[in-house]
């Protein structure tokens, strides 16, 4: 990451992102980092963006000093929670230390109402329980946002690769008792692809997720702050452009959704089959992470279009 | 002739007299605002009330009592965004505008904050300095942004007001203009704006002669002091921007990375806002 | 619609530079019985001409050096015997401001004048008192006038005439010019500098049509701002709208609408031709307006609508805004009203290298196949 990335985002950058959604009639924001509570302005950009009538969306990790829980404790708890929400991204416990896991304790008590667990998958051996129990401990929101690591393009990070998917999906699909036990919805992130599912296994998801299940890969679009947009996370680093360059989202949904048909065209999903697949085909299922696909070419010669490298 | 709203400090013996024309009335204190809720009942035709204060804006305690009051507040600073948090609802009730120094960067911030959430606010200069790229950035929020937002002035006065052929001068944000305001003190002595009062330079004695203004020597010399500005045949005289600006800032002397660079932006604002309101404009056939 | 340029007077407080009145007559006044004899014949011609206007332009030198009483009696004059065509008389007044008084300006409203045409340059010592030519001086009280006229809400307009010493900054001239005055916006015009150029302030073709272009994107980007800058608004309804109402000497029908009327009665053609004892119709006192307008002299100017398309003009696509130009430019230069005026360039290469590129538009306007006198 440049040093540019690494500043904050601006109150004068804030307002131009805030004006930008408006124009293009967009009322939802989710704002995200690194940890976005810890950008110096996060209470009073969070208010100001809820003054403006937005939903606003914090993705957090839920560790937080006393001093910064008290400050949104005392600015934010008294919002109606159809208006502010937290997606409390959890690692397994074990993998934490004792003063985050009590930290993490501390902001779910706080914003229990508000809150909706998220999980990022990048192994394939799963303990989820600790999930369930957080939801029941705290009555959370009954909502797990399951998200798949996917290979960052220009970095290195851990993700589980394509042929061990199917895998990962079985020991997932044995949490659905669990869910559907107490209640909860096991909802994904974009980047699962339908396939690694048997077709009882997407019965069984269906049903918990009352009959909506996603399997997308689309452009979510991120603004840095330095005004840069891009796709998405795991395409943060292809074809950034700036946001003034754009007129509305439309223009910037439509700008990546151009770049991820030419990949797509070229190289169709996660899977070789995913070519001739019809599901890809009625967009019932967007082959996995576009991000997985391109990585796959990474040992390539450069000769393919142009929209794969950045 | 009563076509000049007069400013002048809030003293009921002063108001008597002043009874059959418009006022502003000016303080530097908060607290007189109660003792003028009391006289609105009386004849005062209250055009506004201008309250410089020296606190913060987050600082100040907005009052319901206030609704009914024409106000224009001026404080040096925005202070802090969450201090003023809980004050929005009620300041968008008033009818108030909040006006924010020019001296400080975080206030060309502040005013983009307010007006984005529909409170009409501006900006005003002080002798301090400017921070003319932020400046011009603020003008260009006010004037080009699609998205609705409450009106910031000078810009908004300039560019709703704007006709490419006249002469414009946006001190009457401020109730400086001579042409429209004239400032009166408690011994009825008139001068020709706030300035000129604090210097000491008075044109007129008594309520009366503010009849007279038209014919006074003084006051015409000052309507027409954009002559001497081309007499002078200085920078000012031969600026592209000069019928917006009037050389209000003939002291820099850096003027082509200052103020020429802004006014300049600011007129071809000012002209691609004319052509919008006027390729807005229906033409209804006649009755 | 016939137009008189009227010089009761030479003489001038002003020293401009470029200007040749102040070598000719300095000590004529029209008199009274002259300036009876201009509404006599005025009446007469309009009387016998009912759908004629005369545009009477007050002229010099500097006119208010004629003093207000000299209009009070012109005004006597007019109701005396112009009562019947009076009001097809339209007066027009050009003056250097320096010397208008509240008296003066009370007469011009009788007059129903209601703006004054004039000249200023921001340049110093072009226009000035004295030998030295003390701008400053003459400035103030240019100031002075304007502000009167402002007061009396009369308004004006300037020539400013383009010379060596204005090239260096045609912008900084249009933005002062403009700021100056931001509702009647200059008319440029080339310097004319005939016999010897002392101070080396004449100009080509090309220079002028540079200085012009200089503006003219600033213009054209601003229209609103700086409505009716000449020649731009002109040259731009005529080639966008094809609307050739052009004034002068673009107009090509200059031969039989003017008349000069000089301080002892005598005629010649326009302003210009007066000021150089060329074209001259005879006095007044010999001839009436009607035998002035048709003097035989006036056909070659007519003629030249015929002539030059045959020849130097032929399958010029400028030639409906331009016409050949002014006569008297062509005659001064080449001692024959037949040919194009030597300015033909400078409105070429402007409107070629400027006009055009920036516009869009593109002049086609050759002359017709064949033309007959009108």
């Known amino acids: ?310 | 002739m009563k076509d000049h709203i007069i400013v002048c400090p809030f003293d009921e013996q002063l108001l008597a007299k002043l009874s059959e024309r418009n006022v502003v009335i000016k303080s530097h204190d908060l607290n007189i605002l109660q003792s003028i809720q009391k006289h609105l009942n009386k004849s005062l035709r209250l055009h506004a009330i201008k309250i410089q204060t020296d606190v913060p804006l987050s600082a100040i305690s907005f009052q319901e009592d206030w609704l009914k009051l024409p106000l224009a507040i001026y404080s040096p600073e925005f202070g802090n965004y969450r201090d003023l948090l809980h004050q929005l609802n009620l300041i968008r009730r008033l009818n108030i505008r909040i006006f924010l120094s020019s001296e400080y960067d975080d206030n060309y911030t502040g005013l983009k904050i307010l007006s984005s959430l529909n409170i009409n606010c501006g900006l005003y200069f002080n002798n301090g300095s400017i921070n003319w790229e932020a400046m011009n950035d603020l003008m260009h929020y006010a004037v080009y942004s699609k998205t609705k937002h409450a009106h910031i002035e000078p810009f908004d006065w300039l560019v709703s007001n704007y006709e490419p052929t006249d002469y414009m001068d946006y001190h009457s944000v401020y109730f400086n203009n001579p042409a429209k305001y004239l400032h009166v003190n408690e011994k009825e002595q008139i001068a020709l704006n706030e300035q000129e009062m604090l210097n000491n330079r008075i044109i007129g004695d008594g309520i009366p002669s503010l009849d007279r203004i038209h014919v006074n020597e003084h006051y015409n010399d000052f309507i027409n002091a954009r002559y001497d500005i081309m007499l002078q045949m200085n920078e000012c005289a031969y600026c592209p921007a000069f019928r917006i600006c009037l050389a209000k800032f003939e002291h820099l002397t850096n003027k082509n990375d200052t103020c020429k660079v802004f006014f300049s932006d600011f007129i071809n604002a000012a002209d691609y806002s004319f052509k919008q309101r006027n390729s807005k404009r229906t033409k209804i056939w006649q009755l | 619609m016939a137009v008189v340029i009227f010089k009761a007077i030479e003489k001038c407080n002003s020293n401009c530079i470029y200007c040749d009145v102040i070598k000719k007559r300095q000590d004529e006044i029209m008199n009274y019985d002259l300036l009876k004899l201009i509404f006599i014949r005025m009446n007469e011609y309009l009387s016998a001409n009912l759908n004629e206007n005369i545009t009477f332009t007050w002229h010099g030198g500097e006119v208010c050096l004629l003093g207000s009483n000299y209009f009070k009696v012109a005004r006597q004059l007019q109701d005396e015997y112009c009562s019947e065509t009076k009001s097809r008389i339209k007066h027009l007044v050009q003056s250097n401001l320096t010397l208008i008084t509240q008296k003066m300006i009370n007469l011009f409203k009788e007059f129903g004048i209601a703006q004054i045409g004039s000249s200023f340059d921001p340049v110093p010592n072009i226009r000035g008192f004295g030998k030295n030519r003390n701008s400053q001086l003459y400035n103030q009280k240019f100031i002075e006038g304007v502000k009167l006229l402002n007061k009396n809400q009369m308004s004006w307009g300037v020539i400013y005439v383009v010379h060596r010493l204005s090239l260096t900054s045609p912008l900084e001239i249009f933005y002062y010019l403009t700021n100056l005055n931001t509702r009647s916006h200059p008319n440029f015009n080339q310097v004319k500098i005939y016999g010897e150029d002392t101070h080396n302030l004449s100009i080509t073709g090309e220079e002028f049509a540079d200085f012009l272009g200089a503006i003219f994107p600033v213009w054209y980007e601003n229209i609103d701002r700086y409505p009716n800058v000449q020649p731009f608004s002109d040259l731009l309804r005529s080639i966008k709208d094809r609307d050739f109402s052009l004034v002068c000497e673009s107009s090509g029908s200059c031969s039989n609408r003017w008349i000069y009327i000089g301080p002892e009665g005598e005629t010649s053609h326009c302003g210009r031709s007066g000021d150089y004892d060329v074209l001259l119709y005879g006095n007044l006192k010999d001839f009436t307006f009607h035998e002035i307008m048709n003097n035989p002299q006036r056909n070659q100017l007519a003629e030249r609508q015929t002539v030059l398309p045959e020849l130097e003009c032929a399958q010029c696509r400028f030639w409906g805004i331009c016409h050949g130009g002014c006569p008297l430019d062509a005659f001064m230069t080449d001692n024959d009203f037949l040919k194009k005026s030597p300015k033909c360039d400078s409105t070429k290469i402007f409107l070629e290298r400027y006009f055009e590129p920036i516009t869009g538009l593109y002049a086609d306007f050759p002359p017709p196949k064949s033309i007959s006198v009108v």
Request: charged share 20%; proline share 4%; glycine share 6%.
């Open chain 1, 1 to 310: 990451m440049d040093d540019s990335a690494l500043t904050e985002l601006s109150w004068d950058n804030l307002i131009y992102i805030a004006d930008f959604l408006e124009i293009s009639k967009e009322h939802k924001i989710s704002l995200l980092g690194g940890e976005p509570t810890l950008h110096s302005h996060f209470v009073d950009f969070t208010t100001y963006l809820l003054e403006r009538n937005f939903h606003v969306n914090v993705f957090t990790s839920g560790i937080m000093s006393k001093e910064k829980l008290k400050d949104l404790t005392l600015y934010l708890s008294k919002i109606p929670p159809e208006r502010l929400s937290f997606t409390c991204n959890m690692n397994h416990p074990k993998l934490s230390t004792e003063k985050e896991i009590d930290q993490i304790h501390e902001f779910l008590k706080a914003f229990a109402s508000f809150t909706t667990l998220g999980y990022n998958i990048y192994q394939t051996d799963l303990d989820l329980e600790f999930l369930v129990q957080y939801i029941n401990k705290y009555k959370l929101r009954r909502h797990i946002r399951f998200g798949l690591a996917h290979p960052i393009q220009g970095g290195k990070n851990t993700y589980i690769p394509a042929s061990e998917l199917g895998i990962m999906a079985k020991k997932l699909v044995a949490y659905c008792g669990l869910f559907e036990q107490n209640n909860v919805a096991p909802g994904f992130d974009c980047g699962m692809p339908m396939c690694i599912f048997s077709e009882e296994e997407l019965g069984k998801l269906s049903k918990a997720n009352k009959g909506v299940l996603k399997f997308g890969c689309g452009p979510a679009i991120d603004t840095g702050p330095d005004m840069m947009v891009w796709s998405c996370f795991p395409l943060s680093g292809l074809h950034k452009k700036s946001l003034y360059e754009f007129n509305s989202m439309q223009e910037i949904h439509d700008y990546f959704k151009n770049i991820h048909n030419k990949v797509k065209a070229e190289i169709g999903g996660i899977f070789e089959k995913c070519v001739t697949c019809v599901y890809l085909t009625n967009e019932a299922c967007m082959g996995g992470c576009i991000a997985h696909s391109i990585n796959q070419l990474k040992d390539e010669q450069m000769n393919r279009i142009k929209a794969i490298y950045s």
